[in-house]
């Protein structure tokens, strides 16, 4: 059994596409579930700031006082404006590399395990409260991140990094209209496009790999060393190896949170159907991507977030 899991070997695309498509089932599971477990908890949380209504650039007051019979414009927070989220996306990228090139290595895998464990537990945390009793969700949240901790493995890390991008993105996309987070995916996908063709992604990348908490899903290239542990991987000089010689691909952690939170945006402003469609345009996307790169490409690195962006965008036209 175990020499067959060895000669076991799928295709970086037919993994990505997988989980791709979990993470997409987690994030219904928890947006379904979403609303009926704030109202049983008294919990509130302000509706989508002008679902129908474009996009929020920047937060604005509301109006000091309502015209008869109009219902007044809910305002959006700063939090889910689009000019704070950019500023704040950028802001976490230039500091991240300032960070990198300073901060020598030894104390930056500390720090950096660190905040990938709250970060896993969260993401665990949020997935399961909706299922399970609070306490319960507490238990396993943190038995989770205190296991990544100790023994980072691969199926550990895609499986923590699934929850924690679904858990995000049914957050914010509870709070966030669908054409502010379609703006968002597409600023962020132009990001994406220059930061691979400047090298400055891969860079980052390769940092990050020597701390062992890249935020990406790690793809190996047979079965049974999703088992293995991810100290023994890395992602260096990633573009450069042939294809057919790598260990491991990668996939951003971006590339699935994105779409994510747009799909939940959908959801909470127009319903099942339409988020599900919108997924299905985001999953053409990824599958994109991939055949762009094996087919013009070669195996380089390659953006996945613009053709991701694009069929997104097309999905959010059919639906409005």
Do not use: C
Request: glycine letters at 6%.
């Amino acid at each position: 059994m175990k020499n067959w899991l060895k000669r076991i070997k799928l295709k970086p695309a037919h993994w990505a596409v997988f989980i791709f498509v979990m993470a997409q089932a987690a994030t219904f599971a928890i947006i379904s579930r979403m609303d009926s477990f704030l109202e049983s908890k008294d919990i509130y949380i302000p509706p989508q700031s002008s679902p129908e209504g474009g996009i929020s650039f920047w937060p604005a007051q509301p109006p000091a006082t309502a015209t008869p019979g109009v219902e007044p414009t809910v305002a959006a927070p700063f939090w889910t404006s689009l000019g704070p989220m950019l500023i704040y996306f950028f802001s976490v990228v230039i500091v991240m590399g300032i960070i990198l090139f300073v901060i020598p290595m030894s104390v930056l895998k500390k720090i950096m395990r660190l905040v990938f464990s709250l970060l896993f537990a969260w993401g665990v945390f949020i997935a399961l409260v909706f299922w399970v009793p609070v306490t319960a969700a507490i238990i396993i949240a943190a038995a989770v991140g205190l296991l990544w901790l100790i023994t980072p493995r691969v199926w550990l890390h895609n499986i923590a990094m699934i929850l924690a991008m679904a858990s995000m993105g049914a957050v914010f996309g509870r709070m966030i209209s669908p054409w502010t987070a379609m703006a968002l995916l597409g600023v962020i996908a132009v990001y994406d496009f220059f930061a691979v063709r400047f090298g400055y992604m891969i860079w980052l990348a390769d940092k990050l790999s020597e701390t062992v908490t890249l935020p990406a899903f790690f793809i190996p290239r047979f079965v049974s060393e999703w088992k293995g542990s991810l100290k023994e991987k890395r992602v260096a000089a990633i573009a450069e190896i042939k294809t057919e010689e790598r260990e491991f691909s990668i996939l951003g952690g971006g590339d699935i949170g994105f779409p994510i939170l747009l799909v939940s945006s959908v959801f909470f402003a127009y319903g099942f159907n339409s988020a599900l469609l919108v997924a299905g345009f985001a999953l053409a996307g990824v599958i994109g991507a991939y055949w762009i790169q094996a087919t013009f490409l070669k195996g380089k690195a390659m953006p996945a977030l613009p053709p991701i962006a694009l069929l997104s965008l097309i999905g959010v036209l059919i639906i409005i």
